[in-house]
């Protein structure tokens, strides 16, 4: 199957793209990596006229520190995330995610920026962002803003991008040293969207949760943010009956759709046993 006619427009500035993509309004669309895009304009699920390829902007590129944050250009790759040795030790669950997103030759050009942007529930960085408390950059017509992840996802394939806007960067917060992290992922097989996937990032001291951030992934029509079951488990040594009610929670505020993948129930379910799964990975990682 091939996409219909379109016209490509190759910029070399956050700013050239901005325009285009301001010039075509609802007709045009920043192209990435194209994995999630090209294989939607091939089943005409989406029609643009002009596709803005944001390859050729310099700028988007990249991994660097500000402060005490970490910033990610938006057109890093996920391969280029892997073997980012500055992410490996600030932000090691930026790899592991990473990895378990298709396999190598979708992360060889599937970008950072695209997967994030897309509004994919099936996507699994956008839960991770949202437990890592990130914020993306975004430049748009009216000039640049900051949106938060946990504010970002409207709805399956909604985002609070407006027409013409640009995400140019990914801030995170790097996590305090010795946190414990994992992301636990139930897929059908390699290279397949979550079944349900949980993110965890905590903090322990004296054995007790010092604080503790829960992200879910394709378990909604958005990704979730798990705020009220990161909170059940605060001063807890992570104890069965603790975790029982966290997942409780956890799963409470899922609603996802019976497909493919299985039946809702099961899929509410699967996200509270990779959540039990991920607390414990972290867990036994984390110092203190
Ligand atoms: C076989 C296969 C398996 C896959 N499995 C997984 C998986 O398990 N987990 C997962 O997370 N993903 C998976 N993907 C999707 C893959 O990770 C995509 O690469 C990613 O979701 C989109 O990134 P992209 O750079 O390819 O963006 P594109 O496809 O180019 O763009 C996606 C959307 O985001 C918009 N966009 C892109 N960049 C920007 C930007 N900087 N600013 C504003 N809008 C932008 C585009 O206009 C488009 O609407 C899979 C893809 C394939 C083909």
Same mark, same amino acid.
């Given at each position: 199957?091939?996409?219909?006619?379109?016209?490509?427009?190759?910029?070399?500035?956050?700013?050239?793209?901005?325009?285009?993509?301001?010039?075509?309004?609802?007709?045009?669309?920043?192209?990435?990596?194209?994995?999630?895009?090209?294989?939607?304009?091939?089943?005409?699920?989406?029609?643009?006229?002009?596709?803005?390829?944001?390859?050729?902007?310099?700028?988007?590129?990249?991994?660097?520190?500000?402060?005490?944050?970490?910033?990610?250009?938006?057109? $890093?790759?996920?391969?280029?995330?892997?073997?980012?040795?500055?992410?490996?030790?600030?932000?090691?669950?930026?790899?592991?995610?990473?990895?378990?997103?298709?396999?190598?030759?979708?992360?060889?050009?599937? $970008?950072?920026?695209?997967?994030?942007?897309?509004?994919?529930?099936?996507?699994?960085?956008?839960?991770?962002?949202?437990?890592?408390?990130?914020?993306?950059?975004?430049?748009?017509?009216?000039?640049?803003?900051?949106?938060?992840?946990?504010?970002?996802?409207?709805?399956?394939?909604?985002?609070?991008?407006? $027409?013409?806007?640009?995400?140019?960067?990914?801030?995170?917060?790097?996590?305090?040293?010795?946190?414990?992290?994992?992301?636990?992922?139930?897929?059908?097989?390699?290279?397949?969207?979550?079944?349900?996937?949980?993110?965890?990032?905590?903090?322990?001291?004296?054995?007790?949760?010092?604080?503790?951030?829960?992200?879910?992934?394709?378990?909604?029509?958005?990704?979730?943010?798990?705020?009220?079951?990161?909170?059940?488990?605060?001063?807890?040594?992570?104890?069965?009956?603790?975790?029982?009610?966290?997942?409780?929670?956890?799963?409470?505020? $899922?609603?996802?759709?019976?497909?493919?993948?299985?039946?809702?129930?099961?899929?509410?379910?699967?996200?509270?046993?990779?959540?039990?799964?991920?607390?414990?990975?972290?867990?036994?990682?984390?110092?203190?």
């Amino acid at each position: 199957m091939i996409p219909g006619a379109f016209a490509y427009h190759r910029p070399t500035s956050v700013r050239e793209a901005v325009g285009l993509l301001a010039q075509w309004g609802d007709d045009g669309r920043a192209l990435a990596g194209g994995h999630s895009l090209i294989p939607m304009m091939k089943l005409r699920l989406a029609t643009p006229g002009h596709l803005v390829d944001l390859a050729g902007i310099a700028e988007l590129k990249g991994v660097r520190t500000d402060g005490g944050d970490i910033v990610i250009g938006a057109m $890093t790759t996920q391969h280029e995330l892997v073997g980012s040795d500055l992410l490996a030790t600030k932000i090691p669950i930026l790899r592991e995610a990473s990895l378990q997103i298709a396999d190598p030759q979708v992360r060889y050009l599937g $970008t950072l920026g695209g997967n994030v942007a897309n509004g994919d529930p099936g996507n699994d960085m956008p839960a991770v962002m949202m437990c890592l408390g990130a914020s993306y950059h975004v430049a748009g017509k009216g000039g640049e803003r900051r949106i938060a992840a946990r504010e970002f996802y409207q709805g399956a394939y909604f985002t609070a991008l407006e $027409t013409g806007d640009v995400l140019t960067a990914v801030r995170i917060p790097a996590p305090a040293a010795g946190h414990g992290y994992a992301y636990e992922k139930l897929k059908r097989k390699i290279g397949d969207y979550a079944t349900a996937a949980a993110a965890v990032v905590l903090t322990m001291s004296g054995g007790r949760v010092a604080s503790c951030s829960i992200g879910l992934t394709n378990v909604a029509e958005t990704p979730l943010w798990a705020e009220e079951a990161g909170k059940i488990l605060l001063g807890s040594a992570l104890d069965q009956a603790t975790v029982k009610r966290a997942v409780a929670a956890a799963e409470a505020i $899922t609603a996802p759709a019976t497909d493919a993948r299985g039946p809702a129930q099961y899929r509410t379910k699967m996200a509270g046993v990779m959540l039990a799964r991920a607390l414990n990975r972290a867990k036994a990682r984390a110092g203190g």
